[in-house]
DNA sequence: CGAATTGCCGACTCTTGAGTCGAGTGGCTA
DNA sequence: TAGCCACTCGACTCAAGAGTCGGCAATTCG
């Protein structure tokens, strides 16, 4: 087993790109096996150091779950679209697209379908606090499009739980390497969240071969 | 705290009634921290007994979590809806609707987001089988109401993970007793899958007051 | 009435896994 | 050469929790 999953490379950052290829590794088991479910022995066999190395890198397993979510809140937050030239419906469809494929991509830190309780209270809100920011963004971009006759009325919340549900749950059944490409996936559930909530109407939108191949 | 949370009844079936009580409970607490975050004393408390006493009903941890996956595929099943007359996508609507009120209902046996690989593997087995036939019924009405040209093409595997991710995910969020009525909730989310699905020039699909409250 | 069956639990064992300790290595700087 | 520092790990401690044992009620049945 290659140390370090071959990730090092140079001189200063090397620690960073170290902390990197860890926080990586570790949302990978936390999503496989849940907290609970992961040693920390395993993490650091999938490093190819071993445990005590680890806890030079650690403060604690809890701790180093709170960074996987903020890891995993991050990276979610950079996928949203800012373009405000598009209207809300678009720019919905391009943040769910984006937000898929780095979920499913090579780096992914996310740790979503998780015991969140295994946080304690202040990290908790705090990973809260930050998974608002992009859940605002998507709930504005709802009521945007509401306003804008492009969405259906309704609870906005309510929609984009919805829409969170379809998205997150790819994590459970997408199998890299397999029939189905990154960007078929995150464009095929972008185009089904995004028809859930377009108003009638509202023209043919953008799926993947996977979902409304023929337009 | 009321000795098996008052599930008790009469005679003989009592035991029944016992063991229905247990796996509730259990499949609560599996729901909530998972399967190696759940502790079987909480599950005995949570019922009002010992763990010992627990160890009459149950034949150890991973049988009971089992049992929770096999009790809640057949919840799941007994919520499709037969009714031949009905073209696809309705009968895809109203098993969506009645098996998310199932899954957030009083006595849901649900345990869908979990570390399946905690079973042995023959027990994998069977789970997968019997929540396929679940998953076929969905993928059928799928096909059936694309034959009838009121569901978009594409792969139905693929539509129907999309359908079961936004309808798996309202464990997450979806808390009794709130401004959301277990109606509410399945007949939106049902609508909004539908909507996702549903071709060009379908007419409008019933939501709830939660999504599309005016059609 | 007694004996067997069922339900129940206090108090144990034993394994797993989080977290620590102290010692060893190798590179860098003076 | 000496000394420091980052990095590493074998071998430990310790707590939690799965599962067991042996015994105590209570109900049922002969």
Redesign the interface.
Known sequence: MARWSNAVASATELKKLREDALYREAAKAFR??????TALEDIAEGLGISKPTLYHYVKNKRDLFYQCHLAGAEQAISTICHDTALNGLERLRRTISSYVQSMIGENSYSVI???E??LTPVQLTRVIHERDKFESALIEMVLKGQAEGLI????AR??V??????????T??YRPGGQ?TVEE?GE??AG???????A?GVG?IQ?S??????L
Chains 1, 2 share one sequence.
């Open positions: 496989k096996n849940g907290y609970h479910g379908i998780l015991e309780k295994s259906l009325p309704g609870e309510f929609v739980f919805n829409v969170l549900g379809a998205v997150n749950w790819v459970k059944w189905w996936v095929g559930i089904f969240v995004c028809r859930g909530l377009a009638p043919p799926g071969r996977l979902f409304t191949p023929t």
